[in-house]
């Protein structure tokens, strides 16, 4: 092997090894900035004031939601959803249009915050939902919102038509609604419900 060869193999060997270090920083610092803006949202909207409005029923202590919620990338964060089963826990946004999905779940607007049916919807990517169908009857779903926070135990997971609306109707009882895709099944969605506990 002549020296040109060596030389050309050490300098591609060189420029791998920068583009994998770049690749990895960039992956870790996204990594940490979302797990930083987690525990923002959980110490701020885990604070015994918050927490109380829910025990005291207290439905006058925000006045305005939108003056009430932290701003995370640009979007109203309110609250954190924690599955211990699949190793989740992200920010659930307000809204669900595309660009609020890219950045975690989100609250459907029509859907209640706490009290009722709450209505939250993800992609089924390996940062997200993407194991969500593993989940059984029994296992725990947290919400810590900015009204107080909620434990549900999986009640019913099922797939549902993409146009089927019916489980994300208001109920009396407190359960939480967790919607997603379903692979290789673009006219299906994985529809998972817990009831509070």
Not at 9 to 32: G, H, K, N, P
Not at 114 to 120: F, P, R
Not at 133 to 157: A, C, E
Request: proline share 2%; net charge negative.
């Amino acid at each position: 092997m002549n020296k040109y060869v060596k030389r050309a193999i050490l300098t591609a060997t060189i420029m791998i090894v920068v583009i994998i270090v770049i690749i990895s920083t960039f992956f870790i610092v996204r990594y940490v900035e979302n797990k930083n803006k987690i525990n923002t949202v959980m110490e701020i909207y885990s604070n015994s004031i918050i927490q109380d409005r829910i025990q005291d029923n207290d439905e006058n202590a925000i006045i305005n939601v939108k003056d009430a919620l932290l701003q995370i990338d640009g979007e109203m964060a309110l609250g954190i959803i924690t599955i211990d089963k699949i190793k989740y826990k992200g920010i659930v946004y307000e809204g669900t249009e595309t660009t609020t999905l890219a950045k975690g779940v989100g609250h459907f607007e029509h859907s209640p915050y706490l009290i009722g049916n709450v209505c939250i919807a993800g992609h089924n990517y390996i940062s997200v939902w993407d194991k969500l169908y593993t989940l059984r009857p029994g296992d725990n779903i947290t919400y810590i919102s900015f009204l107080g926070t909620k434990t549900y135990q999986v009640s019913s997971i099922q797939e549902i038509n993409e146009t089927d609306w019916d489980m994300l109707q208001d109920t009396e009882d407190n359960r939480i609604t967790l919607i997603t895709c379903v692979n290789s099944k673009p006219n299906k969605r994985l529809c998972v419900q817990g009831i509070e506990r």
